[in-house]
């Protein structure tokens, strides 16, 4: 390292050239540092709304209170950190706005989030909701896009019965429903395969307009997603920005008045976001700069 | 070359030397400042313990005289009850203890039945726990002493009194407690973090442990998935239900259709088998039809819906009016709604993007002269697609890495205000 140094020209071009050569760990240090700090200070910035989230936002807001609702849990904890958040809004959403609310899961972990879901946001903010009339945990169902094929056609052989064992033939919310068509909302928080595009593919295909259809999804999945929004998907929301934006949506409509910090996730998560981001740009520019200075000094060298 | 070799053995030990003690102070640092600005325990956890007892209770028979019986929900049916129904044995059912069904003589206790009695465990975030059990022991230090009967009357004074009893029961039934349990799972769950961040620093014999319990925990746990949620219910239950309902379901309904369940259930079988003759050291051929199955099915099934929802859908999606207005419909505009500019642009674009990537990918004619121009531009659109989903990228990793930090110093640290 110090014959490498000696070889470099002297001042603000060796200098330059010096941080084109840095150890990458000092750079995974400072990438600690950058989300360590604001996560600390509780840094937060305010946020914007955007399109997606709006029409995501609209699209709950629509339909009239006592709709039927289906919330897809298609993601398991390695997700989590992006897409809870969103998750836990638009169920505190749906609930605010009186809908009867199924849950389920194409992922096997999604079963159990969606019971953390039920017991931090369901009953926590709205312990008037019975379970059977208000929502229901259809739990976890193996087959893929498979199950979500036959739910267009019958969802009792999918779901025979809910995640407690009680047929669903005796639940009152499902009373006279027979297939997905049957909700008026669906929204799937998906992570991977199977969960937003398999219900494009298979549910809002099969049946075009028998229900509304949102999705939230983790950023490395949006640009797949992003071209069946507005006309396949009325809203989307995208990784954390989108859920922080739609957040603020939700709980300055529908505000709590204790441990509001599960509905703050987003946000909370935004501010070292920025911060990092912050980073990423200055070392990009800055790596730039670096190879730039390399390559005169060694032009002038030759 | 051997030079470099020689400057890396030299220079990456110092390196790691001080990599290693910057990581050393920063953690003791932030630890130490970290307890300092919010005092208390390491891996803090909560459970609310709720004790639940169930008796053994059977439906008691209604009179027949009327013509009519009555279910366990209280309900009345209408049907006639048979000389078979008679004779059938009651319904058994596992209810609560208090449960109003039996002491409105619904339903009787079975004698000779030891009542079933075991603890709940709902975990309970920690500041909120504290919360709730600093009101508890107030609420307590409250309810115990009696009720002043200075001033009341007798009535008032017994309704008081038994108000405060019922009260005092629901503060006492009410435990929240530390769970050590759950405080070695968060010591493990951050140790395990620690141990695969360890391999920013470089590759170490801490995070080879870490990635081999990881694949491990997954292989394992994969495999439990598939047994329980495919094989025994989609499978063994159908082709023996009693034994499945016997040892592994209890609760498992009895279908309306055995024989025919039976029989389809064979097929699975089968191919299963099939498939696994791979293994087997001839005939290995024989694996090959299972597999033709599998591929035909969702090769059947993807592409239906692949050309409804990625080819035609998409194309009508694409065909949008290059000049926008605020609303959407021809109506809307011919009633002057305003002009749109960015509907428009994006428009546009969408159309010089779909038709200039287009043309990049189609190789029949050489990229030269207007077709050449036209495909480079149609690059410009492809390298900011990949610029934008790299940033998306950028933007979940950063999350869950958010997501692991504030498991560190929420769960295991106690850092939250």
Redesign the interface.
């Given at each position: 390292?110090?014959?490498?140094n000696e070889q470099l020209p002297p001042g603000i071009r060796g200098f330059l050239i010096r941080m084109g050569q840095i150890?990458r760990?000092?750079i995974?240090?400072a990438?600690?540092?950058a989300?360590?700090a604001p996560?600390?200070t509780?840094l937060r910035f305010p946020e914007v709304p955007g399109r997606m989230a709006q029409a995501t936002f609209n699209a709950i807001e629509s339909i009239p209170p006592g709709s039927r609702v289906l919330i897809a849990y298609d993601f398991d904890p390695?997700?989590?950190?992006?897409l809870e958040p969103m998750a836990n809004a638009v169920l505190h959403h749906c609930a605010s706005k009186g809908h009867r609310i199924a849950l389920m899961a194409l992922w096997?972990l999604g079963k159990q989030l969606a019971d953390d879901a039920i017991?931090d946001i369901l009953l926590e903010y709205h312990p008037e909701k019975v379970e059977g009339v208000d929502y229901v945990q259809l739990g976890?169902?193996?087959g893929n896009?498979?199950v979500i094929?036959l739910m267009t056609t019958s969802i009792a052989e999918a779901y025979?019965?809910d995640a407690s064992?009680k047929?669903i033939t005796q639940i009152p919310l499902l009373e006279g429903v027979r297939t997905i068509g049957d909700f008026q909302l669906i929204a799937s928080i998906s992570a991977g395969t199977p969960g937003a595009q398999q219900w494009?593919?298979?549910g809002?295909?099969a049946m075009p307009d028998a229900f509304k259809f949102v999705a939230g999804t983790?950023?490395?999945q949006?640009?797949q997603l992003l071209?069946?929004y507005p006309?396949?998907m009325e809203g989307m929301l995208?990784?954390?920005?989108g859920a922080a934006e739609y957040e603020m949506l939700v709980t300055e409509k529908y505000p709590v008045t204790r441990?509001a910090d599960r509905l703050a996730l987003g946000r909370e998560?935004m501010g070292?976001?920025f911060v990092?981001?912050l980073l990423?740009i200055g070392l990009i520019v800055l790596g730039n700069i670096s190879m730039l200075a390399a390559r005169g000094w060694k032009g002038a060298a030759r | 070359m051997s030079?470099d070799r020689a400057?890396q053995s030299?220079?990456a030990p110092?390196?790691d030397t001080r990599?290693w003690i910057?990581?050393l102070i920063?953690g003791a640092v932030?630890i130490f400042a970290?307890k300092l600005w919010r005092p208390g325990p390491l891996a803090e956890a909560y459970v609310e313990v709720v004790t639940e007892t169930r008796v053994l209770a059977e439906v008691v028979p209604a009179p027949t005289s009327q013509g009519t019986s009555t279910n366990a929900q209280g309900s009345e049916s209408l049907a006639p009850t048979s000389l078979e129904q008679e004779n059938a044995p009651p319904t058994r059912l596992w209810v609560e203890l208090d449960d109003p069904r039996l002491k409105s003589g619904e339903l009787r206790r079975v004698e000779g039945v030891a009542t079933e009695v075991w603890d709940e465990r709902?975990k309970v975030?920690p500041k909120?726990a504290r919360e709730q059990i600093a009101a508890l022991e107030s609420d307590a230090e409250k309810l115990s002493a009696p009720i002043d009967p200075t001033g009341l009357t007798r009535e008032e004074f017994e309704v008081r009194e038994a108000a405060r009893m019922n009260a005092l029961k629901v503060v006492e039934s009410t435990r929240i407690v530390a769970s050590p349990r759950d405080s070695i799972g968060i010591w493990i769950a951050a140790l395990l973090t620690l141990g695969i961040f360890s391999f920013?620093?470089r590759d170490n014999p801490f995070y080879k442990v870490v990635e081999s319990i990881l694949i491990g925990v997954s292989a394992a746990y994969w495999m439990l998935?598939?047994f329980w949620?495919?094989l025994v219910p989609?499978l063994f239950a159908k082709l023996a239900p009693d034994l499945v309902r016997a040892t592994m379901l209890p609760?498992l309904?009895p279908s309306e259709h055995p024989g025919k369940d039976f029989l389809l259930a064979l097929i699975p079988l089968a191919l299963g088998m099939m498939l696994l003759w791979r293994l087997a050291p001839r005939g290995a051929w024989i694996a090959v039809w299972p597999l033709a199955v599998v591929i035909g099915t969702f090769a059947g099934?993807?592409l239906t819906?692949?050309i409804?929802?990625?080819f035609m859908?998409?194309i009508?999606?694409t065909m949008k009016p290059l000049v926008a207005y605020t609303s959407s419909s021809a109506e809307g505009a011919a009633a002057g709604s305003a002009f749109d500019l960015g509907g428009t642009l994006a428009g546009i674009l969408g159309v010089v993007g779909v038709i200039t990537v287009l043309v990049y990918f189609f190789f029949s004619l050489e990229h030269k002269g207007v077709v050449g121009k036209t495909a480079r531009v149609g690059v410009w659109f492809l390298m900011i697609?990949f610029g934008?989903?790299f940033g998306?990228?950028?933007?979940?990793?950063?999350?869950?890495?958010?997501?692991?930090?504030?498991f560190l110093?929420n769960d295991w640290l106690g850092?939250s205000?």
């Open positions: 390292m110090k014959q490498r150890d760990r000092w995974y240090l990438v600690a540092v989300i360590a996560m600390l509780r390695a997700s989590a950190a992006e096997p017991r976890f169902k193996t896009e498979g094929k025979a019965a064992g047929p494009v593919q298979y809002d295909s983790t950023g490395v949006s640009s071209p069946y006309k396949q995208i990784a954390i920005k441990s998560r070292p976001q990092a981001h990423l | 030079a400057q030299s220079g110092k390196s990599l910057a990581l920063f932030g970290g709902a975030d909120k920013l620093v998935v598939a949620s495919t989609d609760g309904a099934m993807r819906a692949s409804e929802a990625d859908a998409q009508a999606a697609t934008a989903a998306f990228t950028v933007m979940g990793r950063i999350t869950l890495l958010v997501g692991r930090f504030d110093f850092l205000p």
